[in-house]
């Protein structure tokens, strides 16, 4: 789980990388959010399909385990549409 280091009242979460396979969002969601934001979502599938750096999202565990999205869905749709194993997280409430 990641680790939070804070100085002077100011925290910052670790990140780390967590399997796309374990992250839970329900297809409902899925289908809704490509509906309205596809051309963005592209545009970050290509994004991670051609190496450039994403901005890290975050997750929370789910009971029984695996984690749901609490920012960054856009981003965990195109993760998985460009067949990402990994993605750059930060794990909180854990």
């Known amino acids: 789980m990641s680790k939070k280091f804070c100085v ?18 329900p297809e409902r969601t899925m289908e809704r959010i490509m509906r309205k934001d596809f051309a963005q979502i592209e545009k970050m599938r290509g994004d991670y399909e051609d190496g450039v750096s994403v901005h890290r999202v975050v997750l929370r565990p789910r009971f029984g385990g695996g984690y749901n999205v609490e920012d960054g869905r856009h981003r965990v749709i195109a993760a998985k549409l460009a067949q990402e194993d990994f993605i750059e997280a930060i794990v909180v409430g854990a």
Do not use: G, L
């Open 8 to 25: 002077k009242s100011k925290c910052r979460e670790e990140t780390e990388f967590v399997a796309v396979d374990d992250i839970f969002m």
